[in-house]
């Protein structure tokens, strides 16, 4: 009778220990910018050295079907943090610019929207953002802020508003602006032949154009001309600085020491609140161009400057699993890895180097609903909770995160809205082994591009297409012509019937199936027909926060800790120093 009493007594207690794990730990996630799932040893690279973002896989759960909800920053990132398919809130684009170009635009996350940082707040958590935003910043004013990160549930926010440029970094050239000479080349060339027909019919006296009208039309003109000249100029001033909370303090910002800095901040950060449930976000610039590296990384990888950049990012996250292991938190704190898209496989410098990253045997990048573009490293540790050394090749989601870290802080998942993302815990604690994910929504900007389909009585993974991009060149694994792949008009091909693969046998997706080669052919596309049809009914018309409106220059939004006439020049952070103004 002792003995069964003793038995029951301690397993009361492991229970007891095993729910008090699970409750309210510290959050990390840390996040790159177009990171390429071959790029890391966890998965399967041998040249490049990542040994602390393999400890994570060594340590924790690695997943192998981890799909970011979109192939593009902006739209990725508020899928991200809402764990809804950015269409939803209105972050995809019917336009071609699928993302946020300039500070001073006025579209950004609603304000309407509920995101982990706002619930983990609530809850009790000191939450950070440190690094890159891109969700937008301003709406009518240049200091209202309601787009901004501590709008959103961040208590403290210390990084880029939009995102790194090659335009932020001298001498790395301008894709903005390469984009935008093509798209001016035909307005400027009708610009130029009407003004020189008006002017020929006016000299031969074929028809009358009244002076005062074409003065305004040449100061219509002039004037276009010399914000467009204006802002070109000082893009660098205007688009790339450094934020701390509401404060600028770089402006533009320094690439010196960069990674260091906001590793400093995530430390500082943890350290201040190791006595308190706290939520991280580390959102690397790395490995976005324009390309850097501090001295200390600078030619010692052997892939170029992007190796030295990721080789830096690893250090990186040494550094913050150092300080939990220093402070006793590492069993206390969940710690999750992830890229927010494939690697951009178009970035080539000027010079010829390869400044992109490697998808491993995955087609495409960045851009495209490809594996390559939205098959990212999904790694999750959270020492004797999560076990170690383990792999699941099941659908996830970058999605999946909200309701996930939603339900260990002990917050209610909303109940007004749809949540696409599914609780992850059951499956890294093996009490299921097949994901929630039975149907995942592809979306290529606003468009609807493919959809995987794991059926519950089958190891198949369907993925039907129903446009694919066009590359360019044709034989090439991306759109080098235009940087980018495009999402409508003469930039897709579109497919009917839709092309079909099962990703279990094909993941490089060489080999479309056909009614010939799969039996089950019109089956399968009649139950993912369906799938697409009860899916739409599920979304509601919202602003498009993506408009040319929302996605347009407006300089009275724009942020500046000078003035434009003294070129938003300021700098807090070199040596900590006071406030340095040059004019001109």
Known sequence: MGLLLLLIICHCAVNSIKTHSVSKPNIILLMADDLGIGDLGCYGNKTLRTPNIDRLAEEGVTLTQHIAAAPLCTPSRAAFLTGRYPIRSGMAAFSRVGVFLFSASSGGLPSEEITFSKLLKQKGYATALIGKWHLGMNCESSNDFCHHPRSHGFDYFYGLPVTNFRDCKPGQGSVFLKGVQKDLVIPVQITGIALVSLAVVQYIGLFKVPFKALGYFLLIITISLVVLIFFFYHFRQLNCFLMRDHRIIQQPLSYENLTQRLTKEAMKFIERNTDTPFLLF???????????????????????????????????????????????????????????????????????????????????????????????????????????????????????????????????????????????????????????????????????????????????????????????????????????????????????PPLLFDLSRDPEEKEPLTPETESRFYEIIRVIQQAVDNHTKSLHAVPNQLSWDNLLWKPWLQLCCSSLFQSCYCDYESGGGPLQVHLG
Not at 293 to 316: C, I, P, Q, R, T
Not at 356 to 377: A, D, H, L, M, Q
Not at 401 to 413: D, E, M, N, R
């Open 282 to 496: 580390l959102s690397y610039l790395h490995v976005h161009t324009a390309l850097y590296a501090s001295e200390n990384f600078k030619g010692k990888s052997k892939h170029g400057l992007y190796g030295d950049a990721v080789e830096e990012m690893d250090w990186s996250v040494g550094q913050v699993l150092d300080v939990l292991e220093k402070h006793q938190l590492g069993d206390k704190t969940l710690v999750y890895f992830t890229s927010d898209q494939g690697a951009h496989v178009e970035e080539i410098s000027s010079a010829g180097e390869v400044h992109g990253g490697y998808n491993g045997i995955y087609k495409g990048g960045k851009s495209t609903n490809w594996e390559g573009g939205i098959r990212v490293p999904g790694l999750l540790r959270w020492p004797g909770v999560v076990q170690a050394g383990a792999y699941i090749d099941e659908p996830t989601s970058n999605m999946d995160i909200f309701p996930t870290i939603v339900k260990l802080a002990g917050a209610q998942l909303p109940s007004d809205r749809i949540i696409d993302g599914h609780d992850l815990l059951p499956l890294l604690q093996g009490e299921v082994t097949q994901s929630k994910h039975e149907f995942l929504f592809h979306y290529c900007n606003a468009y609807l591009n493919a959809v995987r389909w794991h059926p519950g009585n089958s190891e198949s993974i369907w993925k039907v297409f129903f446009f694919t991009p066009n590359f360019s060149p044709e034989d090439s694994n991306g759109c080098y012509d235009s940087h980018v792949c495009f999402c409508h008009g003469g930039f897709i091909t579109r497919h009917d």
